[in-house]
């Protein structure tokens, strides 16, 4: 069965913290996504990554930096967090068999910056 | 640029009512779009997705969406909604480079 899960349900972090999320896949997906999701705006698009040690800005990349080390892993930095970046994170991957694959996604990271 | 509207925030519907939660999208190609669910302090699952072929789509949960190229939409149904599908839906449609583009969302609510 498809498993993606994030390294924390709830996580509460103060102003300034550098602040690490992570994201492991089983599936040997190409593919991998963070997105943030707020009320009324739906799920908006981070940074994603087609490939190890590859990385692409989405739509709102401000403020936060990724890293892929290893195909399963993919990790999301909030170098110095910041109140608007409280927020639900969102994790997906896919693969990049055929033209446009399912985006699986794990259980989500809610955060809160004090 | 892509883009999808979902244009009800929230749907109230009794148990046992059917449903249609709408969905229009702006791509300039043929487009893939999905339907997924999140329930409470849960990821999201998919429901059902449209990639080509017949425009009528069948999907878990009872679930089906319909594809409308003259009218842009890909509209999800239900004949029966039941209390446990009380959830937020998105919308959602493949933009280049295996990304989605989400809508905002419905939050349906299901009254006994």
């Known amino acids: 069965d498809v498993k993606v899960t994030q390294s924390s349900r709830y996580l509460v972090k103060r102003t300034g913290e550098k602040v690490f999320l992570e994201c492991v896949q089983d599936m040997d997906h190409e593919n991998m996504f963070w997105y943030r999701q707020d009320p009324g705006l739906g799920l908006r698009l981070i940074y994603f990554s087609y490939d190890v040690k590859m990385k692409e800005k989405g739509d709102i990349p401000e403020g936060y930096s990724v890293s892929r080390e290893k195909k399963e892993r993919f990790s999301l930095i909030l170098e110095s967090a910041s109140t608007n970046q409280t927020s639900m994170y969102l994790c997906a991957s896919s693969t990049l068999v055929g033209t446009q694959e399912t985006q699986y996604f794990g259980p989500g990271t809610r955060l809160l910056v004090l | 640029a892509q883009s999808v509207t979902q244009p009800d925030i929230h749907i109230t519907v009794s148990e046992g009512a059917s449903l249609e939660l709408r969905c229009n999208y702006s791509y300039g190609a043929t487009p893939y779009l999905f339907w997924y669910v999140q329930s409470p302090g849960q990821g999201l699952q998919l429901l059902l997705k449209?990639?080509?072929?017949?425009?009528l789509v069948q999907g878990i949960k009872g679930f089906e969406a319909e594809f409308k190229r003259s009218q842009s939409s890909f509209n999800l149904r239900k004949p029966s909604v039941h209390w446990s599908d009380a959830a937020e839906y998105f919308c959602a449609v493949g933009a280049r480079g295996n990304k989605l583009v989400f809508g905002a969302g419905t939050i349906l609510r299901v009254k006994s």
């Open positions: 449209y990639f080509s072929g017949d425009t």
